[in-house]
């Protein structure tokens, strides 16, 4: 199993900043196809960020060239840093774990976190 949690998320003006974590806990070695979603009030959930147990990434162009995904391997994090908020950022951000790694087994998971909420309000 995988457990899967945000933090990070706030209020800020248009232009601020904001980093968020996630951290992933529970039976396994690696972990695979993570990534950052949001959903915005009345809005589907829409993909944001992606990065491969390589580091190979992609950005939504929504937020090409202002927000950044990386992770920590090492400590089963994922990060996304969102620079130039703008107004069409707020929403709830949520972190998945496509697959897990028990033994040699790549396991799908597709584990969601609860959320956390970045609003961007002037």
């Known amino acids: 199993q995988v457990r899967v949690v945000e933090s990070g998320g706030g209020s800020v003006q248009p232009g601020g900043s904001l980093k968020l974590s996630c951290a992933a806990s529970?039976?396994?070695?690696?972990?695979?196809?993570l990534g950052w979603h949001r959903q915005a009030p009345g809005k589907q959930r829409e993909a944001v960020a992606t990065?491969?147990?390589?580091?190979?990434?992609w950005h939504a162009e929504s937020v090409k060239g202002r927000f950044a995904i990386s992770a920590d391997k090492r400590r089963n994090m994922v990060f996304l840093e969102m620079n130039n908020l703008q107004l069409g950022d707020t929403a709830v951000y949520y972190c998945?774990?496509?697959?897990?790694?028990?033994?040699?087994?790549?396991?799908?998971?597709?584990?969601w976190g609860p959320g956390t909420q970045v609003t961007v309000s002037a």
């Open positions: 998945n774990v496509g697959y897990i790694r028990t033994g040699t087994t790549w396991r799908h998971r597709d584990a």
């Open positions: 529970g039976s396994f070695t690696s972990l695979l196809a």
């Open positions: 990065i491969s147990e390589d580091g190979d990434y």
